[in-house]
């Protein structure tokens, strides 16, 4: 009996990360000075989506960072990266949920985290006028 409690409590307790950061995450992406920029973002971790700035996304958390490419008529395009790094968490996770927690959190992409807010800098071409301006 006692080692059926001990047995569950290890599984309650596996994947820490998984529960108590979940395996999504909010970013912010934003393009100072060009306001209405079109960006895509793309990654191993995620399908390629497309927002216009500013702009609040949802994404599965995952190893790999998310390349931003953005675009806006009279400027240069600007490119950025949504670096992903790990929880901190996580160190925690060995201790208590051991390799069980510590598989979960990897498999759920729960023992990463990326930057909740990235800038991408886009620089105004010199006598461009936008249409209709």
Known sequence: MARTILF????LVA???????????SVAINTPGAPGATCVLTSQSIPSQTVVTPATIIVEKGQ??????CKKECFQDGVGVITSSME??????????????????AASGAMNKYSPETGVLMVPIQGCRAKGA
């Open 8 to 11: 569950c409590s290890f599984l």
């Open 88 to 105: 901190a968490m996580t160190a925690g996770n060995i201790l208590i949920g051991g390799v069980i927690g510590l598989g979960v959190d």
């Open 15 to 25: 994947g820490c990360a998984t529960l108590t950061r979940g395996t999504t995450q």
């Open 64 to 69: 790999s960072n998310i390349a931003v490419h």
